[in-house]
T-cell receptor, first 112, second 111 residues
């Protein structure tokens, strides 16, 4: 069974540009999550989808971040315009239940 | 104060040692407790989870939860160099899906 996949693995962009991260969850997992780890800090929750609906977006830092999950399959996380403090590793996870979230390899975002 | 505290390490042990990794937390609503292993430049890999208090064993790994002390532990027996990684604890309250992570403990098992 394929795991959670994320694309790209690494992205370097300039401040003010736009970046879109993609996540493909494990097939059959209705729950999809985005997390972020900035340097030196713990992994922090951004938002949670159940199928195509946003269940909890309490962790989204501001309105420069937009997450979508069209058709309840893959998800995208767009940052527009990117700021320096957006640099970090963005993880996607998926699950059937809340206590077995499976994480992808992450996308390392560097904003210069 | 962080909801979950975890010593960042690094923790260095000789091969074959028993390793004890710990987290403390402040939110009594946490009901599920997870341990993840993360190798460098990889995503967190779920090792095991425990519901409420008690112990759970899986091979060389044992997870313990003491809700009265708000303290969880992961024990690794017969540690191997391949166990060298960062170990993350995570917790979630019943009725929610929002994980709260510790910062992770870096473990080095020396051959």
């Amino acid at each position: 069974e394929a795991g959670v996949t994320q694309f790209p693995s690494h992205s370097v962009i300039e401040k003010g540009q736009t970046v879109t991260l993609r996540c493909d969850p494990i097939s059959g997992h209705d729950n999809l999550y985005w997390y972020r780890r900035v340097m030196g800090k713990e992994i922090k929750f951004l938002l949670h989808f159940v199928k195509e609906s946003k269940q909890d977006e309490s962790g989204m830092p501001n309105n420069r971040f937009l997450a979508e999950r069209t058709g309840g399959t893959y998800s995208t996380l767009k940052v527009q315009p990117a700021e320096l403090e957006d640099s970090g590793v963005y993880f996607c996870a998926s699950s059937l239940d809340p206590y077995e979230q499976y994480f992808g390899p992450g996308t390392r975002l560097t904003v210069t | 104060q962080k909801e979950v505290e975890q010593d960042p390490g690094p923790l260095s042990v000789p091969e074959g040692a028993i390793v004890s990794l710990n987290c403390t937390y402040s939110n009594s609503a946490f009901q599920y407790f997870m341990w993840y292993r993360q190798y460098s430049r990889k995503g967190p890999e779920l090792l095991m989870y425990t519901y409420s208090s008690g112990n759970k064993e899986d091979g060389r790994f044992t997870a313990q939860v003491d809700k009265s002390s708000k303290y969880i532990s992961l024990f690794i027996r017969d540690s191997q160099p391949s166990d060298s990684a960062t170990y993350l604890c995570a917790m979630v309250a019943s009725g929610t899906y929002k994980y709260i992570f510790g910062t992770g403990t870096r473990l080095k098992v020396l051959a």
